[in-house]
């Protein structure tokens, strides 16, 4: 790994999870097959309320336990579907999924709402906002159980396409959240104008202010703004009991990380939740 490489790294832009530059991307007829056989799976990280310390809801993350090469990571297959128009199956594939589970913890008394990572594909397309909704109801479950969210940086390549889809999701009662935030260029003006209720603070955005005062500068009136817009804060990738003190510190409101939880399987979220206030003894002395 160059220097160059672990400096766009600190910028969150090239090197990815365990050091991996980039990930060896699926072959298309496998992705193709992979969806068909719905064997797509999300994972589910927990959301954690800091003031308190409740679990808010859970980040739906899709993985492919693939029979032949192991787990296999979305950064390895979701540009692979955005790419070649599979995206839109993909993404419904993991609402299906989810929805399923939501209905499956409601039963054991758990109601969680659950994120959805929407790919920017999804609003160019009209069509989409009413799609979700019909299969969402045509499966009796309900807009406010679920929080869509869209990455920030090529959010604010162009707005015009997708600001009417936005807007029809948030009539849609969705709750809708820009996700990692300060990766791309998104103004103030835009800030205003765009109908999200949360933005999820990038984990390299929230780290790189551990180390670096202009960072950390820009970082707080980042969350200065989203407060006086009203919008909910979420800082991903707290990974140790100082990431969560420190953004307590800068006024967020949520924090999803390893420090909490990694991403888990559905089946094993209810032991969990019931873990959780236990495991807070041992996280908090
Ligand atoms: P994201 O939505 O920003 O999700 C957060 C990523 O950070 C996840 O990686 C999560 O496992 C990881 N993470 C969580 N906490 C920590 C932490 O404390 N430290 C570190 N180092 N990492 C942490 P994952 O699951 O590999 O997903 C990567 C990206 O793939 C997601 O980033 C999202 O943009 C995309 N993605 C995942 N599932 C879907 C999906 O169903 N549809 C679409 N369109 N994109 C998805
Ligand atoms: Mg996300
Ligand atoms: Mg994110
Ligand atoms: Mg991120």
């Known amino acids: 790994v160059d ?17 991996h530059v980039t990930p060896d991307l699926v072959p298309v007829d496998e992705l193709v097959a992979a ?30 336990p693939s029979k032949e090469k192991g ?9 692979v579907a955005e790419e070649n128009g599979l995206i839109d199956a993909l993404t419904f594939l993991v609402i299906k ?8 913890w409601q039963k054991q008394g758990l109601s969680l709402k659950i994120a959805i990572n929407v790919s920017m594909d999804s609003l160019y397309d009209l069509t989409f906002p009413e799609r979700v909704v019909s299969y969402l109801e045509k499966h009796r479950v309900d807009p406010t159980g679920f929080q869509l969210e869209v990455t920030e940086s090529r959010l604010m390549d162009d707005l015009v396409g997708p600001l009417d889809i936005l807007l029809r999701l948030r009539l849609k009662r969705f709750s809708l959240s820009i996700d990692d935030f300060g990766t791309g260029h998104s103004n103030l003006t835009q800030l205003r104008d765009l109908p999200f209720d949360e933005i999820k603070l ?24 989203a407060k006086k817009l009203d919008m909910e804060i979420v800082s991903e ?9 420190r953004v307590e510190m800068l006024g967020c409101d949520q924090v999803q990380g390893y420090f909490v939880s990694r991403p888990l399987p559905g089946d094993d979220i209810p032991a969990w939740v019931e873990g959780w206030p236990k495991l807070c003894e041992t996280l908090f002395p």
Request: net charge negative; hydrophobic share 45%; charged share 30%.
């Open 71 to 79: 787990m296999v990571f979305p950064d390895a297959f979701i540009p």
């Open 35 to 64: 969806i068909e056989a719905e064997e797509l799976e999300p994972w589910y990280q927990p959301k954690i309320d800091i003031a308190s310390k409740r679990v808010v809801g859970v980040e739906a993350l899709v993985r492919w």
């Open 3 to 19: 220097e160059l490489t672990v400096l766009l790294a600190k910028r969150g832009k090239v090197l990815r999870k365990n050091g």
């Open 97 to 104: 999924k989810a929805a399923d589970m939501q209905a499956h």
């Open 237 to 245: 990738g707290v990974e140790t009991l100082e990431d969560w003190q």
């Open 202 to 225: 990038d984990r390299s955005f929230v780290q790189g202010a551990a180390e670096d005062e202009r960072a950390k500068s820009l970082l707080e009136s980042s969350v200065d703004i």
